[in-house]
């Protein structure tokens, strides 16, 4: 039997998002949507493109107001009400309204969760300074953008390379504020392996953003409008505004109260039809543990696409309908000025640590067809198993065509396939656009080629590790590229004189041999000429000199 009344717990992503499922299942059914702030159903990911001016109306930030959600969907929207507490007995919320400060009880048949993540705030001293923001909601955006214009500011420090922390420092450049970005680690985006976030790195400094890695926060002194910034290095920033982007946690806090099961990561447990321990209360979104799709861990991957998605599998449930949320596998897509950097699946940090067999793969591939003017390099990394060639996870970084090659690599680690699927993808081509064999075709074949032991690799990283004495690394580059910059210890052979000088480099037929070139293409063709000419221990670097260099500078 369909409940007769649902309550809702938190009015934007998963929360809006089940409500309207729910009314177009039910046209009879009462539905209540609490939210605590005064905006429902915005656009969170927008937020920071106010800031910086490329979104210029507050209006366009409110995907739908309260009022256009009651006309079209017949919902009790309750904004400015707070659900402090739940009676899970008597299957009631306690709620408070935040205007009037007056509590009142409503009770539900069936209660849905959607309270979202919280910023972090480390008890760092001097943390609640005027001039400190975390960035969650329009309200944060509006206080962000007040302080700005009514204190002038010139300079901000942006705590925390993620995804909001470099939005925010983007849109804080547009804005002409000279921004300086805070890492605790060595690398912005934790998403990316070091390789691919080390072209980032470079980007950012291109655009006149300070990158401090390694290093963090230990205290903010404020002067006047002037906050001192000392890092753990001792390093002292003066600056006048700051953004704190250190991640998100889980607000937990009501359902832990109300005696749901919480998970191992913090976030709300739930089943695959998103119940909590209580079967009358459904939570989604960022507030909930969900599985990995890769590696089956519990995780907390806070994004909206499956916050969305939630809300409506939650509201098909309740509805009758038995539908289920598998897992999710953290497709995510940043831009910074003009590149862009996307992933999805595991990288091979969360690889490593659950101990999953995986090879990878660079390759630096032109956006489109060369002949056709403004086609520029994307790097792809493609990470998938040594047994069969599954696909485990792909990250890119490029100015052109990043989105659609991760939203392809996405959907086919969605469908289970291997790289050797990749290479039978039939994709759109016309010049503009793509290649005969589209870059998601190009990793394909080399992935396949390696596991097929064609094309034996090495990586960047394990470069430092030959033994230089019984090693012969090859550059198969022009002398001219040679001479503009090349790996220690490697001797030139350009590719296309290869053949006819292998008899100068005989005595390695036995030995390590290390072929590479700029992006690893030139030299995978000297590496199949090694290899059938007798040399057995030939392997070509991954992503070539282009990674190599990047990752090294
Ligand atoms: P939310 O959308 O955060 O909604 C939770 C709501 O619940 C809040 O409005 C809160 O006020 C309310 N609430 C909490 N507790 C209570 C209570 N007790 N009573 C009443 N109301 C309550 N994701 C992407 O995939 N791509 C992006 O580009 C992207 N950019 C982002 C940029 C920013 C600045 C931010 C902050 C987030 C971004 N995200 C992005 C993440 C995305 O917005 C979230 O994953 C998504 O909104 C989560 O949905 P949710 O329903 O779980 O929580």
């Known amino acids: 039997m369909k409940p007769k009344k649902v309550v809702i717990v938190g009015g934007v992503a998963g929360g809006a998002s089940a409500a309207a499922r729910l009314r177009r299942l039910d046209e009879e059914m009462e539905i209540i949507l609490f939210e605590r702030g005064e905006h429902i159903s915005y656009a969170n990911c927008g937020l920071p493109y106010y800031i910086g001016g490329v979104i210029k109306d507050k209006d366009d930030l409110l995907v739908q107001t309260p009022e256009g959600m009651i006309k079209r969907f017949n919902i009790d929207i309750r904004v400015n009400s707070e659900v402090l507490d739940i009676d899970v007995e008597k299957k009631q919320v306690e709620v408070k309204n935040r205007v009037t400060g007056e509590s009142y009880f409503e009770s539900y048949d069936k209660l849905i969760l959607s309270p979202g993540a919280e910023p972090v705030k480390p008890p760092i001293p001097g943390i609640e300074g005027k001039n400190i923001f975390s960035l969650r909601n329009v309200r944060d955006t509006f206080d962000i953008e007040d302080y700005i214009v009514s204190n002038n500011c010139k300079n901000a420090v942006v705590v925390g390379g993620g995804f909001i922390g470099l939005e925010m420092a983007e849109n804080l450049c547009h804005r002409g504020l000279k921004v300086t970005i805070v890492e605790m680690a060595d690398q912005v985006m934790a998403p990316l392996d070091y390789e691919m976030a080390a072209i980032i790195h470079r980007y950012l400094k291109s655009k006149g ?12 002194a404020h002067e006047g409008k002037k906050t001192h910034v000392e890092l753990m290095s001792g390093t002292k920033l003066e600056t006048d505004l700051v953004i704190l982007a250190i991640g998100v946690r889980p607000e937990a806090t009501l359902a832990k109260k109300a005696g749901l099961e919480l998970g191992e990561t913090g976030g709300i447990k739930v089943n695959k039809h998103l119940q909590t321990s209580n079967p009358h209360i459904y939570a989604v979104g960022d507030a909930v543990e969900i599985a990995d799709f890769i590696n089956g861990s519990p995780a907390l991957i806070p994004l909206a696409g499956p916050a969305n998605k939630q809300g409506r599998i939650a509201a098909n449930h309740i509805c009758g309908i038995e539908d289920t949320y598998k897992a999710t596998q953290g497709t995510s897509i940043v831009k910074l000025f003009d590149i862009t950097a996307a992933v999805t699946g595991n990288n091979e940090k969360t690889l490593k640590k659950f101990n999953i067999p995986y090879l990878c793969v660079h390759i630096h591939s032109p956006s489109h067809a060369t002949y056709y003017p403004g086609a520029t390099l994307m790097a792809i990394k493609v990470l998938f198993s040594p047994e069969d060639g599954q696909l485990l996870g ?14 392809v690599l996405a959907t086919a680690i969605r469908g289970r396939m291997t790289v050797y699927d990749l290479q039978e993808l039939e994709l759109a081509y016309a010049p503009p656009y793509s290649s005969a064999k589209d870059p998601v075709n190009m990793a394909g074949y080399v992935a396949s080629n390696t596991l097929m032991g064609h094309h034996p690799i090495i990586q960047w990283y394990d470069i430092q590790e030959l033994d230089q004495e019984n090693t012969l690394l090859l550059d198969t580059r022009t002398r001219e590229e040679y001479s503009m910059g090349a790996i220690p210890g490697s001797i030139n052979i350009p590719v296309d004189e290869l053949r006819e000088n292998l008899d100068k480099i005989t005595g390695y037929k036995d030995k390590d041999v290390v072929v590479y070139c700029r992006s ?13 000419n007798g040399f057995n221990k030939v392997r070509n670097l991954s992503g070539g000199y282009l990674t190599w260099s990047i990752a090294n500078q």
């Open 209 to 220: 953003i300070e990158l401090v890695l390694k290093d963090g926060v230990k205290a903010f």
């Open 394 to 407: 792909a990250q890119i970084v490029g100015y052109k065509g990043v989105d659609k090659r991760i939203d």
């Open 520 to 532: 690893g293409q030139r030299s995978y063709i000297a590496t199949r000429i090694l290899m059938q």
